[in-house]
């Protein structure tokens, strides 16, 4: 594997960042969303970096974006970890892509005062859940998430960190 850079996001890059998301969302995972369906990846920058958020890929030397990851600011203090992806060539410690992509955002977190970082995911995603437990984050019931929390429509497993 050649060496991964994890780099802010270029609207050069948009339409290979919507391929690879929507590759992983419904041909992997079968996931019932369209691109049209997610805001966020039509314009991540309107839609991340603002207020103190970010979005950052992960590209190969060669260019290729092989992950993803984004931080919205919804309430002051409070950020949710969005549009966490990573190619399945890419995955795993040996190859720490989402380790990478995951430090990059907490740190960028921490450096903008956020006190906690909450994230929705599906149920179809249980590696993630994994590694957001092994990362420190803990599960919330979907009763005590923040009331302005950015929840999309397939969210059904909530977790948190704190800074």
């Known amino acids: 594997m050649s060496k991964i850079a994890i780099v802010p996001f270029d609207a050069a890059d948009r339409d290979a960042v919507a391929r690879l998301v929507v590759a992983i969302q419904r041909d992997e995972f079968g996931v019932p969303i369209t691109y ?22 992960a590209k190969t030397a060669a260019g290729d974006i092989v992950g993803t990851i984004g931080l919205t600011v919804f309430a002051p203090g409070q950020g949710a970890l969005r549009k966490m992806f990573v190619h399945a060539d890419y995955r795993g410690r040996a190859q720490g892509v989402a380790q990478t992509l995951l430090d990059t955002l907490l740190s960028h977190a921490r450096a903008t005062n956020l006190a906690s970082v909450w994230l929705g995911t599906t149920e179809f995603f249980k590696a ?16 005590r998430m923040p009331p302005d929390f950015p929840r999309m429509a397939l969210d059904t497993r909530f977790f948190r960190i704190e800074l």
């Open 36 to 57: 049209e369906q997610q805001p966020d990846l039509q314009d991540p920058i309107a839609f991340f970096c603002r207020d103190g958020g970010g979005f950052w890929t």
């Open 128 to 143: 993630a859940h994994r590694f957001y437990a092994k990362n420190g984050f803990t599960f919330v019931e979907a009763t």
